[in-house]
C-alpha cells in the first residue's frame, strides 16, 4: 500500500506539468477551433466547423498539406538510411577514429536549430552566399536563388534537415548494434558470407526495433516542421515551402484568426494521431515490438 501510494507520489508533479502544459492547451485549442475569434475585447462567435469545411477548399491549406507530407515523406528514409548505413561503417572493427567522427556527425544535433538555419541562410544567399559565390567563380553566370525559387528552397531544407537528423539517429543505432550478438558475424564469416549478405541478414534485421522507433519519433518530429522553414524562408514562403505549422503561425501572427489557427492545430494534431496509430498498427500487425 505504502509503495503504491509513493508510486503515485512520484508520478504526481510529471503528470501535473503534463497536464497544465499540454493536456488543457491541447483540450482549449480543439474548443477555440469551433470559434471565430480575432482576440482582444472581442467575444468569440461559435461556428461549428466552419472553419474545417472552410480548409476543404482552401489552395493555400492544400499546399501546406502537401509540403508537409512531402517534407516527411523525403526527409525521415534519407535520415534513417543514411543513419544506419554510417553507423555500421563507424562500428566496423577496421574503422579509425570512430570517437571523432561519431562526435562530428553528432555535433549539428546539439546545435541549436536557429543558428543552423541562419548559418545556411548565409551559405545560400543569391548575393553573398558561400554557394552562389563559388558557382560564380567557377563560370556559372546566374545561379539560381536557392531560398527563393520554385523548389529549391524546400530542398535545401530537406537537405539541411537530413543533415542535422543524422547525428542523433547515429548514436542510437550504435546502441543497437552494440547489442547484437558478434557471434553471428562469426558464424556467417565461417560460411563464406559476403558484407552485403551480412548487412541484409543479420546487421539490419537486428536493429529493427530501433529503426522503429526511430521511423516513429522522425515522423512526428517532421509533421511538427516550422522553426527551419521559418528561418531560411524569412517572410518568402512560397507555394512549394508553406507547411501546416507555418501556415498556422501566419493565421495567428499576421491574420489575429485565431480559430482558424486553433482548427490548423487540430488537423496537425490528427495526422500526427493517425499517422502514428498507422505505424503501430503495422508494427502490431508484423508481430514486432518497438
Known amino acids: 500500500m505504502n509503495q503504491t501510494a509513493n508510486t503515485y507520489r512520484l508520478i504526481a508533479f510529471p503528470m501535473l506539468i503534463l497536464m497544465v502544459f499540454t493536456l488543457i492547451p491541447t483540450v482549449l485549442g480543439m474548443g477555440l477551433s469551433l470559434f471565430d475569434w480575432a482576440g482582444g475585447s472581442d467575444m468569440p462567435r461559435y461556428v461549428g466547423l466552419a472553419h474545417f469545411r472552410a480548409m476543404a477548399s482552401e489552395e493555400t491549406m492544400g499546399f501546406a498539406l502537401v509540403n ?35 562526435a562530428v556527425i553528432f555535433m549539428p544535433t546539439i546545435v541549436s536549430i536557429v543558428a543552423i538555419g541562419f548559418v545556411w541562410r548565409w551559405v545560400l544567399d543569391d548575393q553573398s552566399g558561400l554557394l552562389s559565390s563559388g558557382l560564380r567563380a567557377a563560370g556559372v553566370a546566374d545561379p539560381p536563388n536557392w531560398l527563393i525559387d520554385g523548389r529549391w528552397p524546400m530542398l535545401w531544407i530537406i537537405l539541411v534537415s537530413v543533415w542535422r537528423g543524422v547525428g542523433f539517429c547515429l548514436v542510437l543505432y550504435l546502441a543497437a548494434l552494440a547489442s547484437v550478438n558478434r557471434n553471428l558475424y562469426e558464424a556467417a564469416a565461417i560460411d563464406g558470407a559476403s558484407r552485403s549478405q551480412v548487412l541484409r ?38 507555394q512549394y515551402t508553406t507547411v501546416l505549422n507555418l501556415y498556422l503561425y501566419r493565421q495567428f501572427s499576421d491574420f489575429a484568426n485565431f480559430g482558424y489557427a486553433a482548427a490548423i492545430g487540430v488537423v496537425i494534431f490528427g495526422i500526427t494521431l493517425l499517422v502514428t496509430a498507422g505505424q503501430l498498427g503495422w508494427v502490431r500487425l508484423r508481430g514486432q515490438t518497438v
Do not use: H
Not at 516527411?72 to 553507423?87: D, E, H, K, N, Y
Not at 526495433?209 to 517532421?222: D, E, K, N, R
Open 68 to 102: 508537409t507530407l512531402g517534407y516527411v515523406a523525403l526527409s525521415v528514409p534519407p535520415t534513417i538510411v543514411l543513419a544506419f548505413l554510417l553507423a555500421v561503417a563507424v562500428d566496423a572493427d577496421w574503422f579509425v577514429g570512430r570517437a571523432v567522427v561519431r
Open 201 to 238: 541478414y543479420i546487421t539490419w534485421p537486428s536493429v529493427r526495433p530501433m529503426t522503429l522507433f526511430l521511423t516513429i519519433t522522425t515522423v512526428i518530429a517532421a509533421l511538427q516542421v516550422f522553426d527551419l522553414v521559418y528561418i531560411m524562408t524569412p517572410g518568402k514562403e512560397n
